[in-house]
């Protein structure tokens, strides 16, 4: 099965990938201000923004965030794949999800009237289903996927892969907390391609078996991380929003 075009982008490295911004808009500013981008995302040595996914729900500028990857994928500064919760948005969008959940509301609020035909509105559904599952970059030698992918699914596109890509494995729930668990796949990861990840929050983004997961709760009072690509670096905003004191009730939602 050949793997389709649109996973594999050319672009040449260097990259500084972003993990899950959920809204925190400030952050991202501060964020790609300190990787050394201009305020329109592009960048005076010709590196290139990597959005993972999750640019919404449960942060306090959603739509703004959004506005502004939206802008950049459409005059190719910047690459994008989706997470689940920037499907989770299209969806509403399109009259299909039904499910609002707490996280998905606080972004649909920012929708002045509920405005589904906005311009902006058309265009994040452009960009997130135009999108790939997740991309292969510099000739193979990296992956990014909102949730990770084992080795073997490496370059396939069927659609348990797919899934895969964007949530993970589940295998229960933590009951004191109702969080989810999901099979830590990076553990017996022994693939050669590096793969950057994200959509499960963690204390530190730290590198294990040619993986890193630098989803480090930025919505939950924790860091917005970027990963620089070659160089392996990593480069942390603080946040200064914790959404769960906003929404205590919203504990159970941790996607
Ligand atoms: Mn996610």
Known sequence: MATPDRYNDDTPAPYDI????????????????????????????????????????????????????????????????????????????????????????????????????????????????????????????LIVAHAGIEADRIGKTDPETIHFTLHGEKIGVEEATGRIIRRDWAADYSGSAFIVYGHTPVERAEIRNSTINIDTGCVLGGYLTAFRWPEKEIVQVQSGYDWRQIRPQAEESQE
Do not use: M
Not at 30 to 52: E, M, N, T, W
Not at 68 to 79: N, P
Not at 91 to 116: D, F, H, V
């Open 18 to 141: 972003i993990g899950d911004v959920h809204g925190c808009r400030n952050e991202l500013i501060s964020l790609v201000y300190r990787l050394g981008y201009q305020p329109d995302g592009s960048h005076p040595a010709d590196r290139r923004l990597i959005f993972l996914g999750d640019l919404v729900n449960r942060g306090y500028a959603n739509v703004q965030t959004a506005e502004w990857v939206t802008q950049g994928v459409l005059a190719h500064r910047l690459l994008f794949i989706p997470g689940n919760n920037d499907w989770d948005l299209v969806k509403w969008l399109r009259g299909e999800n039904n499910k609002l959940s707490p996280g998905l509301l606080a972004t649909i609020r920012e929708l002045a009237g509920g405005q589904i035909n906005s311009p902006f509105s058309l265009a994040f559904q452009e960009i997130v289903q135009s999108a790939p599952p997740y991309l292969i970059l510099d000739r193979g030698r």
